[in-house]
Protein backbone atom coordinates (compact mmCIF):
# COMPACT_ATOMS: atom_id res chain seq x y z
CA UNK A 1 0.00 0.00 0.00
CA UNK A 2 2.50 2.95 -1.04
CA UNK A 3 0.67 5.08 -3.50
CA UNK A 4 0.08 7.69 -1.34
CA UNK A 5 -3.46 6.21 -0.47
CA UNK A 6 -4.70 6.45 3.24
CA UNK A 7 -5.62 3.41 4.92
CA UNK A 8 -9.36 3.97 4.13
CA UNK A 9 -9.01 4.83 0.76
CA UNK A 10 -6.62 1.26 0.53
CA UNK A 11 -9.42 -0.76 2.65
CA UNK A 12 -12.64 0.86 0.13
CA UNK A 13 -10.16 -0.76 -2.28
CA UNK A 14 -9.96 -4.22 -0.95
CA UNK A 15 -13.95 -3.89 0.31
CA UNK A 16 -15.87 -2.10 -1.18
CA UNK A 17 -17.51 -2.71 -5.05
CA UNK A 18 -16.06 -0.27 -7.81
CA UNK A 19 -18.02 0.82 -10.20
CA UNK A 20 -16.44 1.93 -13.31
CA UNK A 21 -17.72 3.05 -16.95
CA UNK A 22 -16.75 -0.28 -19.19
CA UNK A 23 -15.36 2.08 -21.55
CA UNK A 24 -12.64 3.56 -19.12
CA UNK A 25 -11.82 0.20 -18.03
CA UNK A 26 -11.38 -1.22 -21.49
CA UNK A 27 -8.63 -1.02 -23.64
CA UNK A 28 -8.36 0.23 -27.36
CA UNK A 29 -8.01 -3.11 -28.61
CA UNK A 30 -11.44 -4.57 -26.58
CA UNK A 31 -13.23 -1.47 -28.01
CA UNK A 32 -12.47 -1.74 -31.22
CA UNK A 33 -13.11 -5.59 -31.66
CA UNK A 34 -16.58 -4.24 -29.94
CA UNK A 35 -16.96 -1.83 -32.42
CA UNK A 36 -16.05 -4.77 -35.68
CA UNK A 37 -18.06 -7.20 -33.94
CA UNK A 38 -21.36 -4.86 -34.19
CA UNK A 39 -21.13 -4.11 -37.88
CA UNK A 40 -22.22 -7.89 -38.42
CA UNK A 41 -24.64 -6.81 -35.78
CA UNK A 42 -26.54 -4.54 -37.44
CA UNK A 43 -26.23 -6.71 -40.73
CA UNK A 44 -28.03 -9.70 -38.48
CA UNK A 45 -30.60 -7.21 -37.39
CA UNK A 46 -31.28 -5.59 -41.22
CA UNK A 47 -32.25 -9.54 -42.76
CA UNK A 48 -33.50 -10.63 -39.44
CA UNK A 49 -36.58 -8.62 -38.50
CA UNK A 50 -38.96 -11.58 -37.72
CA UNK A 51 -38.56 -15.22 -36.20
CA UNK A 52 -38.75 -16.85 -39.54
CA UNK A 53 -36.15 -14.74 -41.22
CA UNK A 54 -33.84 -15.04 -38.05
CA UNK A 55 -33.89 -18.48 -37.55
CA UNK A 56 -33.04 -18.90 -41.97
CA UNK A 57 -29.92 -16.59 -41.54
CA UNK A 58 -28.98 -18.07 -38.07
CA UNK A 59 -28.77 -21.58 -39.95
CA UNK A 60 -26.99 -19.77 -43.03
CA UNK A 61 -24.28 -18.70 -41.07
CA UNK A 62 -23.94 -22.29 -38.83
CA UNK A 63 -23.52 -23.98 -41.87
CA UNK A 64 -21.03 -22.14 -43.34
CA UNK A 65 -19.09 -23.06 -39.95
CA UNK A 66 -19.92 -26.97 -40.13
CA UNK A 67 -23.05 -27.49 -38.43
CA UNK A 68 -25.38 -29.70 -40.46
CA UNK A 69 -29.28 -30.37 -39.30
CA UNK A 70 -29.43 -33.06 -37.17
CA UNK A 71 -29.86 -36.79 -38.22
CA UNK A 72 -31.12 -38.97 -35.53
CA UNK A 73 -29.79 -42.10 -37.51
CA UNK A 74 -26.37 -41.02 -37.39
CA UNK A 75 -23.82 -41.27 -34.43
CA UNK A 76 -22.34 -38.37 -33.62
CA UNK A 77 -18.72 -37.74 -31.87
CA UNK A 78 -17.37 -35.28 -29.78
CA UNK A 79 -16.38 -31.74 -31.95
CA UNK A 80 -19.66 -32.29 -34.38
CA UNK A 81 -22.35 -29.40 -34.74
CA UNK A 82 -25.81 -29.98 -35.35
CA UNK A 83 -28.80 -27.88 -35.44
CA UNK A 84 -32.56 -28.88 -34.93
CA UNK A 85 -34.87 -26.30 -36.42
CA UNK A 86 -38.29 -25.67 -35.10
CA UNK A 87 -40.80 -25.14 -37.53
CA UNK A 88 -38.89 -22.59 -39.19
CA UNK A 89 -38.70 -20.41 -35.74
CA UNK A 90 -37.44 -21.93 -33.34
CA UNK A 91 -33.86 -23.14 -33.37
CA UNK A 92 -30.90 -24.96 -31.15
CA UNK A 93 -27.51 -25.23 -32.38
CA UNK A 94 -25.72 -27.51 -30.37
CA UNK A 95 -21.71 -28.65 -30.66
CA UNK A 96 -20.75 -32.25 -28.79
CA UNK A 97 -19.00 -32.30 -25.63
CA UNK A 98 -15.86 -34.61 -25.04
CA UNK A 99 -17.47 -35.48 -21.85
CA UNK A 100 -20.90 -37.55 -22.02
CA UNK A 101 -23.80 -35.09 -21.83
CA UNK A 102 -25.11 -36.65 -18.63
CA UNK A 103 -22.72 -34.51 -17.08
CA UNK A 104 -24.57 -31.34 -18.40
CA UNK A 105 -24.48 -29.63 -21.52
CA UNK A 106 -23.79 -25.43 -21.03
CA UNK A 107 -27.10 -23.50 -23.05
CA UNK A 108 -27.30 -19.98 -23.93
CA UNK A 109 -31.06 -19.29 -25.06
CA UNK A 110 -32.46 -15.97 -26.32
CA UNK A 111 -35.21 -15.25 -28.03
CA UNK A 112 -35.65 -13.94 -31.25
CA UNK A 113 -39.28 -12.72 -31.45
CA UNK A 114 -39.98 -8.92 -30.78
CA UNK A 115 -43.39 -6.94 -30.25
CA UNK A 116 -44.92 -5.69 -33.72
CA UNK A 117 -48.06 -5.48 -35.32
CA UNK A 118 -49.77 -8.56 -36.87
CA UNK A 119 -52.25 -8.96 -39.64
CA UNK A 120 -55.45 -9.97 -38.38
CA UNK A 121 -56.84 -13.28 -40.41
CA UNK A 122 -59.29 -10.82 -42.43
CA UNK A 123 -56.95 -7.47 -42.74
CA UNK A 124 -58.06 -5.90 -45.74
CA UNK A 125 -60.43 -3.28 -46.25
CA UNK A 126 -61.83 -0.25 -48.21
CA UNK A 127 -62.69 3.30 -46.35
CA UNK A 128 -63.36 6.81 -48.19
CA UNK A 129 -61.43 5.51 -51.19
CA UNK A 130 -58.51 4.21 -49.23
CA UNK A 131 -57.49 0.53 -48.78
CA UNK A 132 -55.98 -0.57 -45.08
CA UNK A 133 -54.98 -3.62 -43.05
CA UNK A 134 -56.87 -4.63 -39.51
CA UNK A 135 -53.73 -5.24 -37.24
CA UNK A 136 -53.53 -7.33 -34.04
CA UNK A 137 -50.70 -6.30 -31.74
CA UNK A 138 -47.89 -9.01 -30.67
CA UNK A 139 -45.87 -7.98 -27.66
CA UNK A 140 -46.35 -4.71 -25.08
CA UNK A 141 -46.04 -2.09 -27.26
CA UNK A 142 -46.73 1.56 -26.65
CA UNK A 143 -49.10 1.64 -29.75
CA UNK A 144 -48.79 5.67 -30.35
CA UNK A 145 -45.07 4.51 -31.20
CA UNK A 146 -46.26 2.88 -34.06
CA UNK A 147 -48.00 5.98 -35.81
CA UNK A 148 -46.27 7.77 -39.12
CA UNK A 149 -43.43 5.80 -39.34
CA UNK A 150 -42.58 4.29 -42.11
CA UNK A 151 -43.38 0.05 -42.00
CA UNK A 152 -42.24 -2.97 -43.61
CA UNK A 153 -44.58 -6.01 -44.53
CA UNK A 154 -43.16 -9.56 -43.88
CA UNK A 155 -43.92 -12.98 -43.18
CA UNK A 156 -45.73 -16.22 -45.23
CA UNK A 157 -48.83 -17.02 -46.86
CA UNK A 158 -49.43 -20.69 -46.12
CA UNK A 159 -51.40 -21.37 -49.25
CA UNK A 160 -54.07 -24.65 -49.05
CA UNK A 161 -51.78 -26.64 -51.84
CA UNK A 162 -49.10 -26.64 -49.54
CA UNK A 163 -46.96 -24.30 -51.19
CA UNK A 164 -45.77 -21.07 -48.90
CA UNK A 165 -44.91 -17.78 -50.33
CA UNK A 166 -42.68 -15.56 -48.98
CA UNK A 167 -43.27 -11.68 -47.97
CA UNK A 168 -40.78 -8.67 -47.90
CA UNK A 169 -41.96 -5.44 -48.96
CA UNK A 170 -40.52 -2.39 -47.74
CA UNK A 171 -37.04 -3.08 -46.89
CA UNK A 172 -35.04 -1.77 -50.01
CA UNK A 173 -34.83 1.86 -50.61
CA UNK A 174 -36.65 1.48 -53.90
CA UNK A 175 -39.76 -0.34 -52.05
CA UNK A 176 -42.93 1.40 -51.24
CA UNK A 177 -43.14 0.91 -46.98
CA UNK A 178 -46.97 1.23 -45.34
CA UNK A 179 -48.08 3.59 -42.61
CA UNK A 180 -50.40 4.21 -39.78
CA UNK A 181 -51.47 7.72 -39.69
CA UNK A 182 -52.23 9.85 -36.74
CA UNK A 183 -54.59 12.49 -35.93
CA UNK A 184 -53.27 16.03 -36.80
CA UNK A 185 -52.59 17.92 -33.30
CA UNK A 186 -54.56 20.89 -34.63
CA UNK A 187 -57.66 18.58 -34.20
CA UNK A 188 -56.28 16.37 -31.05
CA UNK A 189 -57.55 18.04 -28.61
CA UNK A 190 -60.42 15.46 -27.35
CA UNK A 191 -57.52 12.74 -28.46
CA UNK A 192 -54.90 14.35 -26.19
CA UNK A 193 -57.29 13.65 -23.25
CA UNK A 194 -56.94 10.14 -23.27
CA UNK A 195 -54.54 8.51 -21.35
CA UNK A 196 -51.13 7.57 -22.91
CA UNK A 197 -51.98 4.42 -23.38
CA UNK A 198 -55.54 5.35 -24.97
CA UNK A 199 -53.82 7.48 -27.15
CA UNK A 200 -53.79 5.43 -30.09
CA UNK A 201 -56.24 2.18 -29.49
CA UNK A 202 -55.86 -1.28 -30.93
CA UNK A 203 -58.74 -0.90 -33.36
CA UNK A 204 -56.76 2.36 -34.37
CA UNK A 205 -53.52 0.84 -35.87
CA UNK A 206 -54.94 0.68 -39.18
CA UNK A 207 -52.49 0.70 -41.80
CA UNK A 208 -52.62 2.47 -45.28
CA UNK A 209 -51.80 -0.26 -48.23
CA UNK A 210 -53.50 1.47 -50.73
CA UNK A 211 -55.62 4.61 -53.06
CA UNK A 212 -55.73 3.64 -56.62
CA UNK A 213 -58.66 2.28 -57.72
CA UNK A 214 -58.97 -0.39 -60.12
CA UNK A 215 -60.51 1.54 -63.28
CA UNK A 216 -64.10 0.27 -63.82
CA UNK A 217 -67.57 2.83 -65.21
CA UNK A 218 -69.38 0.98 -61.80
CA UNK A 219 -69.41 -1.13 -58.40
CA UNK A 220 -67.56 -0.37 -54.76
CA UNK A 221 -64.23 -1.15 -53.06
CA UNK A 222 -62.14 -0.44 -56.04
CA UNK A 223 -58.97 0.56 -54.50
CA UNK A 224 -59.50 -2.97 -52.31
CA UNK A 225 -59.81 -4.33 -55.37
CA UNK A 226 -56.65 -3.10 -57.14
CA UNK A 227 -54.63 -3.80 -53.94
CA UNK A 228 -55.79 -7.66 -53.73
CA UNK A 229 -55.15 -7.86 -57.59
CA UNK A 230 -51.94 -6.33 -56.97
CA UNK A 231 -51.31 -9.00 -54.30
CA UNK A 232 -52.75 -12.17 -56.77
CA UNK A 233 -49.81 -10.60 -59.21
CA UNK A 234 -46.54 -10.71 -56.94
CA UNK A 235 -47.82 -14.10 -54.90
CA UNK A 236 -51.18 -16.00 -56.53
CA UNK A 237 -53.24 -14.95 -53.82
CA UNK A 238 -56.78 -14.07 -53.04
CA UNK A 239 -58.51 -13.03 -50.36
CA UNK A 240 -59.34 -16.31 -48.47
CA UNK A 241 -55.35 -16.72 -48.42
CA UNK A 242 -55.08 -14.07 -45.76
CA UNK A 243 -56.89 -16.37 -43.49
CA UNK A 244 -53.87 -18.74 -43.78
CA UNK A 245 -51.14 -16.56 -43.70
CA UNK A 246 -48.39 -14.86 -41.33
CA UNK A 247 -47.96 -11.15 -42.27
CA UNK A 248 -46.22 -9.10 -39.67
CA UNK A 249 -45.85 -5.73 -39.70
CA UNK A 250 -42.21 -3.94 -38.34
CA UNK A 251 -40.29 -0.78 -38.59
CA UNK A 252 -38.42 -0.01 -42.28
CA UNK A 253 -35.60 1.55 -40.71
CA UNK A 254 -32.17 -0.04 -40.66
CA UNK A 255 -29.48 -0.32 -38.05
CA UNK A 256 -27.34 2.21 -37.51
CA UNK A 257 -24.71 3.57 -35.07
CA UNK A 258 -26.21 6.27 -32.98
CA UNK A 259 -23.79 9.24 -31.05
CA UNK A 260 -21.22 11.29 -32.67
CA UNK A 261 -18.78 9.16 -30.87
CA UNK A 262 -20.38 5.65 -32.94
CA UNK A 263 -20.44 3.74 -29.40
CA UNK A 264 -23.88 2.89 -29.51
CA UNK A 265 -26.66 1.45 -32.02
CA UNK A 266 -30.03 1.92 -32.91
CA UNK A 267 -32.73 -0.37 -34.48
CA UNK A 268 -36.01 -2.37 -34.17
CA UNK A 269 -36.10 -5.31 -32.68
CA UNK A 270 -33.12 -5.21 -30.39
CA UNK A 271 -34.85 -7.21 -27.52
CA UNK A 272 -33.62 -9.82 -28.07
CA UNK A 273 -31.47 -10.22 -31.08
CA UNK A 274 -28.82 -8.39 -29.54
CA UNK A 275 -28.34 -11.21 -27.54
CA UNK A 276 -29.62 -13.55 -30.07
CA UNK A 277 -26.67 -12.55 -32.45
CA UNK A 278 -24.05 -13.16 -29.33
CA UNK A 279 -25.28 -16.19 -28.17
CA UNK A 280 -25.35 -17.67 -31.77
CA UNK A 281 -22.08 -16.06 -32.65
CA UNK A 282 -20.44 -17.45 -29.54
CA UNK A 283 -21.75 -21.13 -30.63
CA UNK A 284 -20.35 -21.03 -34.34
CA UNK A 285 -16.64 -19.48 -32.99
CA UNK A 286 -16.81 -22.38 -30.46
CA UNK A 287 -14.58 -25.79 -31.36
CA UNK A 288 -14.27 -28.93 -29.05
CA UNK A 289 -15.98 -27.56 -25.73
CA UNK A 290 -15.30 -30.22 -22.88
CA UNK A 291 -19.54 -30.24 -22.03
CA UNK A 292 -21.61 -29.85 -24.74
CA UNK A 293 -22.53 -26.95 -25.93
CA UNK A 294 -26.41 -25.46 -27.00
CA UNK A 295 -27.63 -22.17 -28.00
CA UNK A 296 -31.15 -21.98 -28.75
CA UNK A 297 -33.36 -19.13 -30.53
CA UNK A 298 -36.91 -19.44 -29.59
CA UNK A 299 -40.04 -17.45 -30.79
CA UNK A 300 -42.90 -16.42 -29.07
CA UNK A 301 -41.13 -14.86 -25.85
CA UNK A 302 -42.97 -11.92 -26.31
CA UNK A 303 -46.56 -13.16 -25.86
CA UNK A 304 -45.39 -15.72 -22.75
CA UNK A 305 -43.18 -18.21 -24.52
CA UNK A 306 -46.71 -20.21 -24.85
CA UNK A 307 -47.11 -22.66 -28.15
CA UNK A 308 -44.92 -25.06 -29.47
CA UNK A 309 -42.31 -22.64 -30.87
CA UNK A 310 -42.22 -20.94 -27.12
CA UNK A 311 -39.65 -21.99 -24.62
CA UNK A 312 -42.71 -23.07 -22.13
CA UNK A 313 -42.88 -26.06 -24.95
CA UNK A 314 -41.20 -29.49 -24.68
CA UNK A 315 -38.62 -28.17 -27.09
CA UNK A 316 -35.55 -27.70 -25.64
CA UNK A 317 -36.02 -31.23 -23.23
CA UNK A 318 -36.52 -32.87 -26.84
CA UNK A 319 -33.68 -31.31 -28.09
CA UNK A 320 -30.84 -32.39 -25.33
CA UNK A 321 -33.28 -35.81 -25.28
CA UNK A 322 -32.17 -36.49 -28.46
CA UNK A 323 -28.79 -35.73 -27.93
CA UNK A 324 -28.46 -38.04 -24.80
CA UNK A 325 -30.53 -40.89 -26.56
CA UNK A 326 -27.58 -40.48 -29.36
CA UNK A 327 -24.93 -41.07 -27.30
CA UNK A 328 -26.98 -43.76 -25.01
CA UNK A 329 -26.68 -41.46 -21.91
CA UNK A 330 -29.58 -40.49 -19.88
CA UNK A 331 -31.79 -37.22 -21.10
CA UNK A 332 -32.75 -36.77 -17.61
CA UNK A 333 -29.33 -37.24 -15.60
CA UNK A 334 -28.22 -34.48 -18.73
CA UNK A 335 -31.07 -32.31 -18.22
CA UNK A 336 -30.64 -31.72 -14.36
CA UNK A 337 -26.89 -31.61 -14.52
CA UNK A 338 -27.26 -28.44 -17.39
CA UNK A 339 -26.44 -24.97 -17.17
CA UNK A 340 -28.04 -22.06 -18.76
CA UNK A 341 -27.76 -18.47 -19.20
CA UNK A 342 -31.00 -17.02 -20.47
CA UNK A 343 -29.86 -14.48 -22.80
CA UNK A 344 -32.19 -11.57 -22.35
CA UNK A 345 -31.66 -7.74 -22.63
CA UNK A 346 -32.52 -5.65 -19.56
CA UNK A 347 -33.96 -1.84 -19.18
CA UNK A 348 -30.74 0.23 -18.98
CA UNK A 349 -31.62 3.88 -16.62
CA UNK A 350 -32.71 6.57 -18.94
CA UNK A 351 -31.05 10.07 -18.25
CA UNK A 352 -34.12 11.62 -18.15
CA UNK A 353 -36.25 9.14 -16.49
CA UNK A 354 -33.98 8.12 -13.51
CA UNK A 355 -36.64 8.16 -11.47
CA UNK A 356 -38.22 4.46 -12.15
CA UNK A 357 -34.74 3.06 -11.89
CA UNK A 358 -33.63 1.85 -7.62
CA UNK A 359 -29.91 3.64 -8.90
CA UNK A 360 -27.82 0.63 -6.64
CA UNK A 361 -29.61 -2.13 -8.07
CA UNK A 362 -29.68 -0.49 -12.02
CA UNK A 363 -28.22 -1.30 -15.17
CA UNK A 364 -26.02 1.31 -17.42
CA UNK A 365 -25.26 1.49 -20.58
CA UNK A 366 -21.42 0.95 -21.30
CA UNK A 367 -20.98 -0.68 -17.79
CA UNK A 368 -21.15 -4.07 -19.64
CA UNK A 369 -23.35 -7.32 -19.91
CA UNK A 370 -26.36 -7.33 -17.24
CA UNK A 371 -26.42 -10.37 -14.60
CA UNK A 372 -30.08 -10.10 -13.65
CA UNK A 373 -30.64 -12.82 -10.50
CA UNK A 374 -33.97 -13.05 -10.92
CA UNK A 375 -36.86 -10.95 -12.84
CA UNK A 376 -40.80 -10.49 -12.46
CA UNK A 377 -42.93 -7.98 -10.97
CA UNK A 378 -43.91 -6.80 -7.41
CA UNK A 379 -42.96 -9.76 -4.26
CA UNK A 380 -41.04 -11.92 -7.21
CA UNK A 381 -43.69 -12.95 -8.76
CA UNK A 382 -43.56 -14.88 -12.11
CA UNK A 383 -39.69 -15.24 -11.71
CA UNK A 384 -36.99 -17.97 -11.99
CA UNK A 385 -34.40 -16.38 -8.92
CA UNK A 386 -31.00 -18.11 -9.83
CA UNK A 387 -28.89 -19.64 -6.77
CA UNK A 388 -26.86 -18.26 -4.74
CA UNK A 389 -24.31 -20.67 -5.72
CA UNK A 390 -25.13 -20.69 -9.61
CA UNK A 391 -24.73 -16.78 -9.59
CA UNK A 392 -21.13 -16.86 -7.77
CA UNK A 393 -20.21 -19.49 -10.34
CA UNK A 394 -20.86 -17.20 -13.17
CA UNK A 395 -19.39 -14.19 -11.42
CA UNK A 396 -15.95 -16.29 -11.10
CA UNK A 397 -16.36 -16.95 -14.98
CA UNK A 398 -16.61 -13.51 -15.42
CA UNK A 399 -14.03 -12.16 -13.35
CA UNK A 400 -11.72 -15.05 -14.50
CA UNK A 401 -12.11 -13.95 -18.42
CA UNK A 402 -12.22 -10.15 -17.95
CA UNK A 403 -15.71 -9.52 -19.08
CA UNK A 404 -17.04 -6.28 -17.99
CA UNK A 405 -20.00 -6.95 -16.46
CA UNK A 406 -22.83 -5.32 -14.49
CA UNK A 407 -25.43 -6.75 -11.94
CA UNK A 408 -29.34 -5.45 -12.69
CA UNK A 409 -32.65 -5.36 -11.89
CA UNK A 410 -35.97 -4.10 -13.52
CA UNK A 411 -36.62 -0.99 -11.97
CA UNK A 412 -38.23 -0.24 -8.65
CA UNK A 413 -39.67 -2.90 -6.80
CA UNK A 414 -42.87 -1.13 -7.07
CA UNK A 415 -43.22 0.10 -10.39
CA UNK A 416 -43.57 -2.98 -12.50
CA UNK A 417 -41.71 -5.71 -14.30
CA UNK A 418 -40.91 -8.22 -16.28
CA UNK A 419 -40.25 -12.13 -17.11
CA UNK A 420 -38.12 -13.94 -19.24
CA UNK A 421 -37.59 -17.52 -20.68
CA UNK A 422 -35.59 -18.38 -17.63
CA UNK A 423 -38.64 -19.65 -15.66
CA UNK A 424 -39.56 -22.57 -18.48
CA UNK A 425 -36.21 -23.78 -18.14
CA UNK A 426 -35.51 -23.74 -14.51
CA UNK A 427 -39.11 -26.17 -14.57
CA UNK A 428 -36.98 -28.37 -16.13
CA UNK A 429 -34.83 -28.91 -12.99
CA UNK A 430 -31.52 -27.09 -14.01
CA UNK A 431 -29.45 -24.08 -13.08
CA UNK A 432 -29.80 -21.20 -15.35
CA UNK A 433 -29.69 -17.46 -14.75
CA UNK A 434 -30.50 -14.27 -16.85
CA UNK A 435 -27.49 -12.70 -18.90
CA UNK A 436 -28.03 -9.87 -21.20
CA UNK A 437 -27.20 -6.27 -23.13
CA UNK A 438 -29.37 -3.20 -21.29
CA UNK A 439 -31.19 -1.44 -23.74
CA UNK A 440 -33.18 2.28 -23.91
CA UNK A 441 -36.74 2.43 -25.10
CA UNK A 442 -37.52 -1.23 -24.94
CA UNK A 443 -39.66 -2.44 -27.06
CA UNK A 444 -40.02 0.76 -29.07
CA UNK A 445 -39.94 0.67 -33.10
CA UNK A 446 -36.18 1.36 -32.09
CA UNK A 447 -34.19 0.83 -29.36
CA UNK A 448 -30.88 1.58 -28.22
CA UNK A 449 -28.24 -0.22 -26.90
CA UNK A 450 -23.73 0.21 -26.48
CA UNK A 451 -21.59 -1.94 -28.36
CA UNK A 452 -19.18 -2.38 -25.46
CA UNK A 453 -22.00 -4.33 -23.59
CA UNK A 454 -22.84 -6.43 -26.56
CA UNK A 455 -19.75 -7.69 -27.10
CA UNK A 456 -19.15 -8.35 -23.73
CA UNK A 457 -22.16 -10.48 -23.95
CA UNK A 458 -20.58 -12.30 -26.68
CA UNK A 459 -17.73 -12.87 -24.79
CA UNK A 460 -19.48 -14.09 -21.70
CA UNK A 461 -21.74 -16.37 -24.02
CA UNK A 462 -18.20 -17.76 -25.59
CA UNK A 463 -16.67 -18.35 -21.86
CA UNK A 464 -19.46 -20.24 -20.82
CA UNK A 465 -20.03 -22.52 -23.37
CA UNK A 466 -16.67 -23.19 -24.84
MN1 LIG B 1 -36.71 -10.07 -24.29
MN1 LIG C 1 -39.31 -8.07 -24.55
Request: aromatic content about 8%; glycine content about 8%.
Amino acid sequence: MSDNKTVAESLKDELFITRKNGRLKADEKILSEAQNYCEDYKIFLDNAKTEREAVKIAIKLAESKGFKEFDRNKKYNAGDKVYINNRGKTVAFAIIGSENIENGANICAAHIDSPRLDLKPNPLYEEIELALFKTHYYGGIKKYQWTAIPLALHGVFALKDGSVKEVIIGENDNEPKFVINDLLPHLAQEQSKRTLNEGIKGEELNVLVGSHPFKADKGSELVKLNVLKLFNEKYGITESDFLSAELELVPAFKACDIGIDRSMIGSYGQDDRVCAYPALTAITDIENPLKTAITILADKEEIGSMGNTGLESDFLRYVIGDLAKNQGADETVAIRNSKCLSADVNAATDPTFQEVMERRNASFLNYGVVLTKYTGAGGKSGTSDASAEFVARIRNMLDENDIIWQIGELGRVDLGGGGTVAQYIANMGLDVVDLGVPVLSMHAPFETTAKLDIYMCYKAMFEFMK
